[in-house]
């Protein structure tokens, strides 16, 4: 007769991963079951037909696209897209660059500096971010009023209505700069790689971020001369209720990023640390002995085999700063979330086809920053480890 | 062992596969309570007192309901919502009535699937500027800031206002009145806009309310009600008479203090049927009979209730204008208990 031996640690294996395969098959499928049941109980017509309705709200903070009431829930869905992807990349560069200072000056041996850095972590990152969001926005919303804007000359007002700025006018013949700049650019790129070449090949140096920057500021400005200052601004003058003319950056969107930066900061920062401290001591004591000063150790030896122990979790960081900025909600700030999957959402009622729009969204974002983190990751791995 | 817990867990599984099927009121009896969604606050309407006690117009007709179904008006649990969770919160089955300043509309009614039970509330909506801003017409508002709460019909009037006026504005999203009445008192902009009971229930918060105007202009209809989900009518009726009690008692001039003393005076019988001292009316929809009498005691009529939250005794100010009786000129109107 065949008899099951349970002792038998391979069969045991099998048996228990089909049962519970066979569970979560049974679960999905009852999930799938009662939802369609429910769904038809209500009412309820799946279907993405309303995306083309006309959305009948306004949205005022569209930087890239002109947005008014009739156009579609489509519209509405691109325009919280390009919000929500504008704050996490900018957010996520001024994370980068405050949390590396953070973390570098957190070791410094400067006890005051490093104590202050480490106040500034513990402080950040052990606060709830939304009440982060709330006090940046809290903050903002009390600054002078309109009225008594604070006025950096003619051109730039700080008040609880934003930050007005003059608005770069690009005449026809900018295209000339901007051709400049390409190629000043490409120029210095290929030139690095020769240097770097002949620095290897003979030990010679050159003074290369001198001369690129040089060639890079220089050349396009005297382009920009010859084609007669293709470039004006306007200033935003105070007309009846509002600032006219120039950009605007409202309160809802600086809070969002002083709030998702200076957070994200405190995380990348001891991941910086980390990666830094991973570095052997022995090696900055090689350095020194060869006589390379201390920021060349930083930037040749350290920095470089920091960066792989920093990556991995720095992207991480990013993909949660990408995701943290669906909070903006709680101030008003207009991303994917606040519009298409709450206003949109409101409107039709067709919470479940939007918040499957929505939440696929958001996976194709992160998966997107970790693929590309990952390549990234790839080519600073060393060699034949 | 491990067999019979995992048949347990298929067991317990398929027990949940089984949708039930009752209706709201077995529900709700049941559960021993009357779940009901109002606002995040906005005084007079829905707000927690001093000791946590919600109280407001709103607020009151889930306390009609409760004592309609219970005989207690305290037996209500509140789930506050925003403009915009509200529908999910109602289509979810999270509350079993939503009591929120909604407007009656169209699509609200038909194409979400819910049913208004009525209007308790006829308002329309307005514009609360500060007086120093010196507007006197909402035609002078181009180019004004104007907070909005997201997810209302407002939103929509509000565009559509403008662009009939062809003048621009820039709207400042928030997400409840709160955060709008802050906004609004920062300066962060000129101009709210909303229902105009919720402006004066806005501009009573202020430290000094001398200081804000509502422009002139009334842009929309907005009759405001109670709404409860498709398909359940005996749940729909139940709240429905619930408000209309509170109407016709004030129009039969039924009060909690004078009720008892009118019913032994008293030869109406159509009081007597409302409160149960006549015919089987509450049996009809599954209720003890004198579901009528515990709303009257407990709550008030509508004037009552009117008067207490947000009448012009207290900082709304409010007067009865549309939402006076038919017979003292205004709009409520219930059908006769019969
Ligand atoms: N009646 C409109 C607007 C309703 C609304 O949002 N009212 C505001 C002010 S009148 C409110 O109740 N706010 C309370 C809250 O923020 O929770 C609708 O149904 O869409």
């Known amino acids: 007769m065949f008899k099951i031996d349970f002792s038998d640690q391979k069969l045991r294996a099998i048996l228990i991963q089909t049962l519970v395969v066979g569970v979560l098959a049974y679960a999905i499928f009852w999930l799938v079951q009662s939802t369609s049941y429910n769904l038809e109980k209500r009412d309820y017509k799946l279907g993405f037909g309303f995306l083309n309705d006309p959305a009948g709200f306004d949205i005022s903070f569209s930087p890239f696209y002109s947005f008014v ?38 070791l410094s041996s400067n006890w005051l500096l490093s104590r202050l850095a480490y106040v500034y972590v513990e402080i950040t990152r052990n606060i709830p971010l ?50 400049a700049i390409i190629l000043a650019i490409t120029v210095s790129i290929v030139f690095s790689r020769r240097a770097k070449k002949i620095q290897e090949k003979t030990g010679k140096q050159y003074p290369l971020f001198l001369i690129n920057t040089a060639s890079i500021l220089l050349f396009p400005a005297i382009v920009y001369f010859i084609a007669g200052s293709p470039l004006e601004f306007e200033l935003p003058v105070l007309i009846g209720f509002n600032f006219v003319g120039g950009m605007k950056i409202p309160p809802e969107f600086m809070a969002m ?40 150790i930083m930037k040749l030896i350290i920095i470089p085999q920091a960066m792989r122990v920093i990556i991995p979790p720095l992207t991480s960081q990013f993909l949660n700063l990408t995701k943290n900025s669906s909070l903006g909600i709680a101030i008003g700030y207009a991303d994917l979330v606040h519009g ?21 969204t958001y996976l194709i974002i992160s998966l997107t920053i970790a693929f590309f983190m990952n390549i990234y990751n790839k080519s600073i791995q060393m060699d034949g480890r | 062992m491990k067999i019979l817990r995992i048949s347990a867990l298929l067991a317990l599984v398929s027990f949940f596969s089984a949708p039930a099927i009752a209706g709201t009121l077995e529900d709700v009896q049941a559960r021993g309570f009357v779940k009901c969604g109002v606002t995040t606050g906005l005084l007079g309407f829905a707000a927690p007192d001093d000791s946590g006690n919600w109280k407001g117009f709103d607020v009151d007709v889930c306390r009609a309901v409760a004592a309609a179904v219970f005989g207690d008006s305290s037996k209500v649990e509140f789930t506050t919502t925003t403009g915009k969770t509200r529908f999910p919160t109602l289509a979810s089955g999270e509350i079993d009535v939503l009591a929120r300043n909604t407007t009656w509309t169209f699509s609200r009614d038909v194409d979400l699937g819910f049913e208004f039970i009525g209007i308790n509330y006829y308002d329309g909506q307005g514009f609360l500027i500060p007086a120093s801003l010196g507007v ?22 509000l565009a559509d206002f403008f662009r009939a006026n062809s003048i621009s504005y820039e709207s400042i999203p928030v997400e409840t009145n709160d955060e709008a009445r802050e906004n609004l008192f920062a300066g962060r902009c000129d101009v709210y806009t909303t229902d105009a009971s919720g402006l004066a229930a806005t501009a009573a918060q202020a430290d000094n309310p001398a200081d804000w105007i509502l422009l002139p202009e009334i842009i929309s209809k907005e009759p405001l009600g109670p709404l409860v989900r498709h398909g359940d009518h005996v749940w729909g009726d139940i709240v429905r008479w619930s408000l209309n009690t509170m109407i016709i008692a004030e129009e039969k001039g039924l009060t909690s203090n004078n009720l008892d003393t009118k019913l032994a005076m008293n030869n109406d019988p159509e009081i007597f049927r409302l409160t149960g001292k006549e015919g089987e009316y509450g049996a009809m929809f599954g209720l003890s009979n004198d579901f009528g009498y515990n709303i009257i005691k407990q709550v008030g009529n509508y004037g009552e209730v009117f008067e207490r939250n947000v009448g012009l005794k207290t900082p709304l100010k409010l007067a009865r204008g549309l939402n006076a009786p038919w017979t003292d000129g205004g709009l409520l109107y219930s059908p006769p208990f019969r």
Request: charged share 10%; net charge neutral; hydrophobic share 50%.
């Open chain 1, 69 to 106: 009431a009739t156009d579609s829930h489509i519209k509405v869905y691109l325009v919280g897209l390009a919000n929500t992807l504008l704050i996490s990349f900018v957010g996520c560069i001024a994370a980068t660059f405050l949390g590396f200072s953070i973390g570098i000056i957190r």
């Open chain 1, 130 to 179: 939304i009440l982060q969001l709330l006090f940046w926005y809290a903050l903002l919303i009390n600054l002078p009023r309109l009225k008594n804007s604070i006025a950096f000359g003619e051109a730039f007002f700080l008040n609880n209505r934003g930050l007005n700025s003059p608005q770069p006018i690009f005449g026809d013949d900018f295209i000339y700069v901007t051709i």
């Open chain 1, 257 to 296: 990023f002083l709030g998702l930066s200076v957070y994200t900061a405190s995380f990348i920062s001891e991941i910086v640390r980390a990666g830094i401290l991973s570095v052997n001591k022995g090696q900055i004591e090689a350095s020194r002995s060869l006589g390379l000063k201390q920021n060349r």
């Open chain 1, 340 to 360: 298409f999957g709450g206003i949109t959402l409101n409107i039709t009622g067709h919470a479940i086809e939007v918040m499957a729009i929505v939440m696929s």
């Open chain 2, 136 to 157: 006197a017409s909402a035609t002078d508002l181009d180019g004004a800031s104007v907070c909005i709460q997201t997810g209302t019909t407002t939103e929509l009037n």
